[in-house]
């Protein structure tokens, strides 16, 4: 199995870009490539942490939203069944990539918030407080 070890820094801008391109609305072949291309992200992100089957069930997902929006969904669809299809089809191929890649920060990320905080204050030797509040504590 392959890790990938990646800055903090690198994981924000994974997120912002993902979160970016799949929430700009794709119109043009060359659009629904890139979208595609980046929805890949998160599933190769999931596959190198050892989550295939959370990947595959994505995939299909994913693969699922793309087949109804293409050849289901309308403009001149409507009804009920159409608004849940057109809710599920935008919650997965819009959201859903961002979200995994924002899940993926947490489980790789191996640092807790309060040794960073640790790490941080005693950096360069200045403390975060200030020496009045450092005595009341």
């Not at 890790?3 to 970016?20: C, G, Q, Y």
């Not at 159409?82 to 993926?104: E, R």
Request: glycine residues 4%.
């Amino acid at each position: 199995m392959m890790k990938i070890n990646l800055d903090p820094r690198t994981k924000l801008f994974m997120i912002f870009a993902v979160s970016f391109i799949v929430m700009v609305n794709a119109v043009t072949p060359l659009e629904w490539a890139i979208r595609i291309i980046v929805t890949l992200i998160p599933i190769f992100l999931l596959m190198t942490e050892g989550k295939y089957a959370s990947a595959f069930r994505f995939l299909i997902f994913y693969g699922a939203a793309l087949v109804l929006l293409r050849f289901c969904i309308s403009e001149n669809s409507t009804g009920i069944l159409s608004a849940l299809l057109v809710g599920y089809c935008g919650i997965v191929a819009q959201f859903m990539p961002a979200l995994i890649t924002a899940l993926h920060i947490p489980v790789t990320e191996k640092k807790s918030c309060r040794s960073s905080h640790a790490s941080l204050s005693m950096m360069k030797g200045i403390p975060l407080l200030s020496p009045n509040r450092q005595a009341e504590n």
